[in-house]
């Protein structure tokens, strides 16, 4: 009996292969945002312990320091969040990619396996005749 092969097996493999470097970068896109976020949540936290310094300052001295440090903290929040922006559409970019990979390579699975279904039904198929004729043999050599 002869075995099953797909003659777009080779289309398949680079298919799946896409699709797994399209998940790859998809990955790194959503590091990268994870890691933008982390930034801004750190700056965040170190936009309160300024306020609450702020608070607790008496000397002018105090006072011009955190705001300084404060106008730093916001100048490095507006660039994290245009980086962001970026980064999300980078992501969202990643996201179609991999979505277009998944069709392409779902189409072909399910053409593959509709024609295993249908080699497996020709190969029953030849197998039944088989016996039917090597039944009718031994019948004729009675």
Do not use: G, P
């Not at 289309?11 to 801004?40: G, P």
């Not at 320091?65 to 922006?85: A, F, G």
Request: glycine share 0%; hydrophobic share 35%; net charge negative.
């Amino acid at each position: 009996m002869k075995k099953f092969s797909f003659e777009l097996e080779k289309i398949l493999e680079f298919r799946n292969f896409e699709k797994q470097e399209a998940e790859a970068e998809l990955a790194k896109a959503l590091s990268k945002e994870s890691e933008i976020k982390s930034n801004l949540e750190m700056i965040a936290k170190q936009m309160i312990i300024s306020n609450q310094s702020l608070d607790k300052s008496s000397s002018f001295e105090d006072v011009i320091t955190q705001s300084r440090h404060k106008n730093l903290l916001n100048h490095q929040k507006e660039e994290l969040l245009q980086e962001l922006t970026q980064a999300n559409l980078i992501t969202e970019e990643k996201r179609s990619v991999l979505a277009e990979c998944m069709k392409k390579t779902v189409a072909l699975e399910k053409m593959k396996e509709k024609r295993k279904e249908e080699w497996r039904v020709a190969s029953d198929y030849e197998e039944a005749d088989a016996m039917d004729e090597a039944s009718n043999h031994l019948k004729s050599y009675k």
